[in-house]
Protein backbone atom coordinates (compact mmCIF):
# COMPACT_ATOMS: atom_id res chain seq x y z
CA UNK A 1 0.00 0.00 0.00
CA UNK A 2 1.26 3.60 -1.02
CA UNK A 3 -0.13 6.52 -0.24
CA UNK A 4 0.97 10.28 -1.63
CA UNK A 5 0.03 13.35 0.07
CA UNK A 6 -0.52 17.14 -1.51
CA UNK A 7 -2.09 20.04 -1.46
CA UNK A 8 0.12 21.95 1.15
CA UNK A 9 1.66 25.23 0.92
CA UNK A 10 1.88 28.64 2.79
CA UNK A 11 -1.34 30.19 3.72
CA UNK A 12 -2.22 33.40 6.12
CA UNK A 13 -3.80 32.74 8.97
CA UNK A 14 -7.72 32.88 8.60
CA UNK A 15 -7.24 31.16 5.15
CA UNK A 16 -7.65 27.61 4.28
CA UNK A 17 -6.48 24.29 2.37
CA UNK A 18 -7.23 21.59 1.13
CA UNK A 19 -5.07 18.18 1.72
CA UNK A 20 -5.54 14.89 -0.68
CA UNK A 21 -3.86 11.58 0.04
CA UNK A 22 -3.86 9.39 -3.05
CA UNK A 23 -3.98 5.38 -2.00
CA UNK A 24 -2.84 2.77 -3.75
CA UNK A 25 -2.21 -0.83 -3.95
CA UNK A 26 -3.84 -3.57 -1.52
CA UNK A 27 -6.62 -1.45 -0.07
CA UNK A 28 -8.74 -3.88 0.37
CA UNK A 29 -6.81 -4.16 3.78
CA UNK A 30 -7.64 -0.41 4.93
CA UNK A 31 -10.73 0.45 6.43
CA UNK A 32 -9.01 3.60 8.64
CA UNK A 33 -7.19 6.40 7.44
CA UNK A 34 -5.87 9.31 9.47
CA UNK A 35 -3.97 12.39 9.53
CA UNK A 36 -1.15 13.20 11.78
CA UNK A 37 1.18 16.21 11.51
CA UNK A 38 4.44 16.86 13.18
CA UNK A 39 5.74 20.62 14.48
CA UNK A 40 9.48 21.18 14.78
CA UNK A 41 10.80 19.96 17.99
CA UNK A 42 8.00 18.15 18.33
CA UNK A 43 5.87 14.33 18.57
CA UNK A 44 3.35 13.55 15.73
CA UNK A 45 0.25 14.32 16.81
CA UNK A 46 -2.96 12.81 15.70
CA UNK A 47 -5.41 15.32 13.92
CA UNK A 48 -8.20 13.29 12.64
CA UNK A 49 -9.43 9.88 11.26
CA UNK A 50 -12.59 8.21 8.89
CA UNK A 51 -13.55 4.89 8.52
CA UNK A 52 -13.40 3.37 5.04
CA UNK A 53 -17.27 4.14 5.15
CA UNK A 54 -17.34 7.46 5.89
CA UNK A 55 -19.33 7.34 8.55
CA UNK A 56 -17.43 7.32 11.35
CA UNK A 57 -14.47 10.09 12.29
CA UNK A 58 -12.62 11.37 15.05
CA UNK A 59 -10.77 14.77 15.61
CA UNK A 60 -7.98 16.58 18.08
CA UNK A 61 -9.98 19.00 20.04
CA UNK A 62 -7.32 21.17 19.00
CA UNK A 63 -9.32 21.22 14.95
CA UNK A 64 -12.32 20.14 15.71
CA UNK A 65 -15.56 22.34 14.14
CA UNK A 66 -12.18 23.97 11.80
CA UNK A 67 -11.24 21.21 10.04
CA UNK A 68 -12.92 18.10 7.86
CA UNK A 69 -11.99 14.60 6.99
CA UNK A 70 -13.55 13.06 4.04
CA UNK A 71 -13.09 10.25 1.25
CA UNK A 72 -13.63 9.16 -2.20
CA UNK A 73 -13.29 5.09 -2.62
CA UNK A 74 -13.97 4.93 -6.00
CA UNK A 75 -11.08 7.78 -6.63
CA UNK A 76 -8.71 5.86 -3.67
CA UNK A 77 -8.24 9.76 -2.11
CA UNK A 78 -9.17 11.29 1.04
CA UNK A 79 -9.19 14.54 2.26
CA UNK A 80 -8.78 17.02 4.70
CA UNK A 81 -10.25 20.29 4.11
CA UNK A 82 -8.77 22.74 6.67
CA UNK A 83 -10.77 26.19 7.06
CA UNK A 84 -9.69 28.89 9.91
CA UNK A 85 -5.90 28.14 9.89
CA UNK A 86 -3.77 29.02 12.66
CA UNK A 87 -0.18 29.77 12.87
CA UNK A 88 -0.30 26.87 15.64
CA UNK A 89 -1.12 24.88 12.93
CA UNK A 90 1.84 25.06 11.00
CA UNK A 91 3.93 21.81 10.39
CA UNK A 92 4.31 18.49 8.07
CA UNK A 93 1.02 16.64 7.52
CA UNK A 94 1.04 13.21 6.75
CA UNK A 95 -1.51 10.65 5.98
CA UNK A 96 -2.06 6.78 7.50
CA UNK A 97 -3.89 4.00 6.87
CA UNK A 98 -4.58 1.20 8.41
CA UNK A 99 -6.91 -1.60 9.45
CA UNK A 100 -7.81 0.03 13.00
CA UNK A 101 -9.45 3.15 14.18
CA UNK A 102 -6.66 4.94 16.27
CA UNK A 103 -5.09 8.59 17.41
CA UNK A 104 -1.90 6.59 18.00
CA UNK A 105 1.13 6.35 15.13
CA UNK A 106 1.32 3.02 16.18
CA UNK A 107 -1.25 2.41 15.00
CA UNK A 108 -1.53 2.55 11.31
CA UNK A 109 0.74 0.36 9.36
CA UNK A 110 1.19 2.37 6.15
CA UNK A 111 2.37 6.03 5.94
CA UNK A 112 2.66 8.65 3.67
CA UNK A 113 5.49 10.94 2.78
CA UNK A 114 4.37 14.34 4.08
CA UNK A 115 3.18 17.83 3.30
CA UNK A 116 4.63 21.18 4.23
CA UNK A 117 1.67 23.45 5.94
CA UNK A 118 2.52 27.11 7.41
CA UNK A 119 0.53 29.30 8.63
CA UNK A 120 2.14 33.10 8.64
CA UNK A 121 0.44 35.58 11.35
Known amino acids: VQLQASGGGLVQAGGSLRLSCAVS????????TGWFRQAPGKEREFVAA????????NYADSVKGRFTTSRDNAKNTMYLQMNSLKPEDTAVYYC???????????????WGQGTQVTVSS
Open 25 to 32: GRTSSIYF
Open 96 to 110: AAGEYLSEIPRGYDY
Open 50 to 57: ISRSGIRT
